[in-house]
């Protein structure tokens, strides 16, 4: 286990959404599986405001190779779902 993705994400908690995206939807295309990783599951912190944007890439991480990246991935979605219905 590596504490690379914890601390990354604790390091975002409060950043600027229309930075923050772009960076990530741009990370979910890293090499390294850690930076994947972090990017899928912050994403699904964006809540519905922004799933527009954020959905269609974190349908491609579930194609992901590495089965972590895929497991972010959907539960971003079910995140992103969750904060939709409670509009």
């Known amino acids: 286990f590596s504490a ?3 601390r990354i994400i ?3 908690r409060g950043a600027d959404p229309e930075v923050l995206i772009p960076l990530m939807l741009e990370a979910l295309k890293d ?3 850690d ?3 972090v990017a899928a599951e912050v ?3 964006v809540g519905n405001t922004y799933s527009q944007l954020v959905v ?3 349908l491609m991480a579930l194609k ?3 089965k972590w990246v895929r497991c972010c991935a959907v539960k ?3 995140q992103i779902c969750e904060a939709d219905h409670k509009v």
Do not use: A, K, N, W
Request: proline fraction near 8%; hydrophobic fraction near 35%; glycine fraction near 12%.
């Open 10 to 12: 604790g390091m975002l």
């Open 43 to 45: 994403l699904g912190c």
């Open 35 to 37: 930076i994947r990783q």
């Open 56 to 58: 269609p890439s974190l």
């Open 64 to 66: 992901d190779r590495d």
């Open 4 to 6: 690379f993705p914890v």
């Open 76 to 78: 971003s979605l079910g």
């Open 31 to 33: 090499e390294h599986t």
